[in-house]
């Protein structure tokens, strides 16, 4: 059976052109942008065009864009940049939900004498707007919270909670890494001081994102991370991985190009999937099915079936167990627990996240190869492993 590919969440494949795009630039065209010679300066102008057109993806201005090694180091050098100049406000608020390179320098700031507060979320992964009105406060650095939740897809009231943050006068960062190529985003519209990215979930080579950082009081409450020469305003000094922005900038321009027909067929691809599955197996849960998500992202509960069991059994479909950053690791995804999904439901959960490459005939064959493998595992199950009935129904279809 040919491989599938349903982990696009974890990383998307290079598209064509971004290849093309960036092969001068691993052969030919090596000079280094900071060199004042004819090789340097057409590396620095090939690095200009692709920064215009992140910009023009992310809708800011091209001096708001810094290139770093991805949304990792994004994240951060927000977290750290901001909290070393922050002085007087000594309170960071984010969510439970984020990913592990928010998360984890969140802890580091909390042994350091911060006050890390993360919001809680309900069923459906959505931060009450109640609660982070009443954590965020006059003593508060910095509001982080992700664009989209890579386990389940749902999308953050951004613009929300942007506004709370700038109502206290503290600053707001959005780890965007989960948006790009899959849903429209505005730097400006939506109010972000600071916003993260990374190229290889966008169709884009790995190793390369940004932060964008807004001119004026943001670019002014920020410190770097390195030292170094000057590059990227001497915010983020080094020499610039000029193939993997070269590469960027041409995932951006066909990101914009495709953006929307993507995600009308994407999403499609989603519904019919989750429809197909839920009629063949009526004990599988949707998680966050009642929020915004992204078009491609779902996540099946199928209980009684660890997740590990299924896809042990289904070695050729590519898809993740709840998140492929905490692959390896023996407890389930802390994002599902904090929706209020027991452990055990948690274990047997999968991620399946849809991109530009599948096709309807990948979803039948997802589908029964789902069905298949369940039914084969669960004919070897005990039967007191099975469901505990008062958990089911509170993960909505
Ligand atoms: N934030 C989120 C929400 C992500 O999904 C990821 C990647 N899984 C990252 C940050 C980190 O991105 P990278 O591994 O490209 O640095």
């Known amino acids: ?17 971004v290849i093309e795009a960036m092969l001068p630039y691993l052969s030919r065209e090596y000079g280094n942008p900071s060199s004042l010679h004819r090789m340097g300066r057409r590396a620095l102008i090939a ?101 989209a939740n890579n386990e389940v897809g749902v999308l953050a009231p951004l613009k929300e909670l942007a506004a709370m943050a700038h109502a206290k006068g503290a600053l707001f960062h959005c780890d965007g890494a989960q948006l790009l190529s899959k849903v429209p985003v505005s730097c400006d519209d939506a109010g972000f001081e600071y916003a993260s990215f990374s190229a290889h979930k966008a169709y884009g080579p790995k190793g390369v994102g940004i932060l964008f950082v807004r001119k004026g009081t943001a670019r002014a409450a920020i410190e770097p991370l390195l030292r170094g020469g000057g590059q990227e305003g001497a915010l983020r000094p080094g020499t610039l991985n000029v193939p993997g922005i070269v590469g960027f900038g041409e995932a951006c321009r066909l990101a914009r190009q495709k953006l929307a027909e993507d995600g009308e067929r994407i999403g499609g691809l989603r519904s019919s999937f989750e429809e197909a599955i839920a009629r063949i197996l009526p004990s599988v849960r949707i998680n966050a099915s009642h929020a915004e998500r992204l078009p491609g992202t779902t996540s099946l509960t199928i209980p009684g ?27 389930p995804s802390h994002v599902l627990l904090a929706m209020g999904i027991p452990w055990e439901y948690a274990e047997c959960t999968v991620r399946i996240s849809f991109g530009r490459g599948n096709s309807p005939s990948d979803v039948d064959a997802t589908v029964r190869s789902i069905a298949r493998a369940a039914e084969r595992i669960l004919s070897l199950m005990p039967e007191n492993s099975m469901p505990n009935p008062e958990y089911v129904g509170r993960v909505q279809l």
């Open 305 to 331: 079936i660890p997740a590990t069991m299924l896809m042990a059994n289904m070695p050729y479909l590519c898809i993740g167990d709840g998140s492929a950053c905490n692959s390896g690791a023996p407890e």
């Open 1 to 17: 059976m040919n491989e599938i590919y349903l982990d696009h969440n974890a990383t998307t494949p290079c598209a064509p052109e």
């Open 47 to 147: 690095c200009d065009c692709a920064r215009d057109l992140v910009a023009q993806l992310i809708g800011c201005s091209s001096d708001e864009i810094v290139f770093t090694s991805g949304a990792t180091e994004s994240n951060n050098m927000v977290l750290a940049g901001v909290t070393a100049l922050a002085t007087k406000r000594k309170k960071v608020v984010t969510t439970m939900v984020e990913h592990k390179s928010i998360s984890e320098p969140c802890r580091a700031l909390a042994t350091g004498g911060f006050e890390v507060v993360q919001l809680p979320v309900d069923d459906n992964c959505v931060v009450d707007l109640g609660v982070a009105a009443n954590a965020i406060d006059e003593n508060t650095a910095i509001v982080s919270v992700q664009g």
